[in-house]
């Protein structure tokens, strides 16, 4: 079992609609998630993290977290085409590194 | 402050030989992490730099792979006697201590392809 991982996509969405993106972790220990965001071609960047169980929001974006479940999820709000992107699901492991998930693609259509 | 910086951007070398990227961190990040990605998959950690402590290393990082932080501050990763099998996105990132707020600030990445 990977220790991160993320159905690969694409995951395609209209303008507007809400898009969510799920992540499930092997490692019950885990205590800190991070969801990047990634244009091809370009490297990652940060765009959320979570370490506490509920909802955090941070714009259109909000990231859910359940410890219980071992799943953590993004969700972006009126999709819009420039947020087509991959989105890497990352857990902090060990407590000095990040381990990531191979990502979901994210298609947004006008 | 201009973020992490990697160089060179893009690298195409021939079977066998060796090659070396260098990463200049945000200044005041004390932590030093190298990556690989290759298409459609996430990051891979290969190793990382506390200070100019090398204090771990990924399984992934054969003998012809290694990396230095000689005075805390930037980093060079090598790779000798390259095979097509290295081809990849190599992304260093920079962080102070993973603080809880922070996860990482990655560079642009080198492209390494070996042909």
């Known amino acids: 079992q990977k220790e991160v991982e993320q159905n690969s996509g694409p995951l395609s969405v209209p303008e507007g609609a809400i898009a969510s993106l799920n992540c499930t972790y092997s490692?019950?220990?885990?205590?800190?998630f991070f969801w990047y965001r990634q244009y091809s071609g370009k490297s990652p960047e940060l765009i959320m993290f979570?370490?506490?169980?509920g909802d955090k929001e941070d714009g259109r974006f909000t990231a859910q977290l359940n410890k219980a479940s071992q799943y953590v999820s993004l969700l972006i709000r009126d999709s819009q085409p420039s947020d087509s992107a991959t989105y890497l699901c990352a857990v902090k492991v060990g407590g000095n590194k990040l381990v990531f998930g191979a990502g979901t693609i994210l298609r947004v259509k006008s | 402050d201009t973020g992490v910086s990697q160089n060179p951007r893009h690298k195409i070398t021939k079977r066998g030989q060796n090659v070396t990227f260098r990463c200049d961190p945000i200044?005041?990040?004390?932590?030093l992490y190298w990556y690989r990605q290759t298409l459609g998959q996430g990051p891979e950690f290969l190793t990382y730099f506390q200070n100019e402590a090398q204090l771990e290393k990924s399984r992934l990082l054969s003998d012809r792979f290694s990396a230095e932080r000689p005075k805390g501050s930037f980093s060079t990763l090598e790779i000798q006697r390259t095979e097509q099998g290295d081809s990849a996105m190599y992304l260093c990132?920079?962080?102070?201590?993973?603080?809880?707020?922070?996860?990482?600030?990655f560079g642009s990445g080198t492209r390494l392809t070996v042909v």
């Open positions: 490692d019950r220990g885990s205590q800190s």
């Open positions: 979570i370490y506490s169980n």
């Open positions: 990132a920079s962080s102070l201590n993973l603080q809880v707020e922070g996860g990482y600030t």
């Open positions: 200044s005041e990040h004390n932590r």
